[in-house]
């Protein structure tokens, strides 16, 4: 029989439909064709004047900016959602507010090599990826323009990525969103009812029960949530509580690069280099040190389609329930 659950921070219902059940297995995905020669693509190695000049980069030593010789590079966005330049002038039009589209919108090139997926990154690499995460963060919230700041990662086409050379954005917004105020609103329902933050309980429940989880380490969890959207959606939880990721230590970045990796390399694995998004889940910049807030990952599979009941209801249909997807990736390696 189908199974409503409900996700605990949003309240949102999702159905665990067992009718039109699907087995881990079903889920292998035909994966891409990289079809653009490094030789064509702004994103490798001597094609540094085809983009807009790096904000940063973790290069060679006597290597000058824009220039090869880099691992990792920063650059703005060469078609923005938002523009760094300006006043942000709110304002009205009768019942209706809007202001200008200022913020940043940047894209961090995850590595210098077009055949790699992030996955396949050498571990000292993937840390640097992380750690050039919070280095950007922290730089732009000293921006009193600034209300938060989202990271994330499409990889795929079905996932929304537009290039095809493994890169990762960051879009910094005047206003925070309706999305972020939901998921706080929620955590602080919870702490106010029990004097706990939502998301250090979940991580005892799951170190406890261990049937959703999928691997650990030091600072972090991976698990399946109790009530997922879709088939694999994954979390990363650190075990203490921390609001801010930018607050997160170089031990614990390193954990989370080591998780992060493992986690991507057992969807690789599993399904055969799926689509993803993954988004970095953190309180707002003016926030700092709340009890009932905990910075997470949520990694998000390009496995099934947004149709017209999801919409109208804000439902989600899941045909695989967690259980079997935290089994399914915690043996695939």
């Not at 079903?26 to 653009?36: A, C, G, L, N």
């Not at 005892?204 to 691997?215: A, F, G």
């Not at 926030?287 to 209801?313: C, K, N, S």
Request: net charge neutral.
């Amino acid at each position: 029989m189908p199974e409503l659950r409900k996700d605990p921070v949003l309240g949102r219902w999702v159905i665990i439909s067992t009718e039109r059940a699907k087995r881990p297995k079903d889920f292998k995905y035909t994966p891409e064709k990289k079809i653009v020669a490094p030789e064509l693509c702004p994103f490798c190695l001597g094609n540094e004047s085809s983009t807009p000049p790096e904000i940063m980069a973790y290069r060679a030593p006597n290597t000058q900016p824009n220039t090869a010789g880099w691992t990792l590079r920063v650059i703005p966005n060469k078609f923005p959602a938002l523009l760094i330049e300006g006043d942000i002038k709110r304002r009205g039009e009768g019942i209706y507010d809007k202001m200008n589209g200022v913020g940043a919108h940047e894209v961090i090139i995850e590595t210098n090599d077009h055949s790699l997926d992030l996955a396949d990154l050498e571990p000292d690499q993937f840390k640097a990826v992380v750690h050039a995460y919070q280095e950007r963060l922290n730089d732009l919230k000293n921006d009193n323009r600034l209300r938060y700041i989202m990271i994330f990662k499409n990889f795929g086409a079905a996932a929304g990525a537009s290039l095809e050379h493994n890169h990762s954005q960051l879009v910094a917004m005047p206003v925070i969103p309706k999305r972020v105020i939901e998921e706080m609103d929620g955590a602080k329902r919870y702490y106010e009812y029990r004097d706990r933050c939502i998301f250090c309980d979940m991580v005892t429940q799951e170190t406890k029960d261990r049937k959703r989880l999928i691997s650990e380490n030091n600072s972090f969890i991976m698990v399946c949530p109790f009530a997922p959207r879709f088939p694999f959606e994954i979390w990363i939880l650190p075990r203490n509580h921390k609001s801010n990721f930018e607050d997160a230590t170089d031990e614990e970045l390193n954990d989370l690069a080591t998780i992060l990796k493992d986690g991507l390399l057992r969807l690789k694995k599993a399904l055969n280099n799926p689509p993803y998004n993954y988004i970095i889940h953190t309180t707002p910049i003016t926030l700092r040190g709340i009890d009932f807030y905990h910075y997470h990952l949520e990694i998000i599979p390009v496995l099934t389609h947004i149709a017209g009941f999801e919409w109208g209801t804000g439902f989600y249909i899941n045909p695989t329930p967690p259980e079997e997807s935290a089994a399914y990736l915690k043996n695939i390696l």
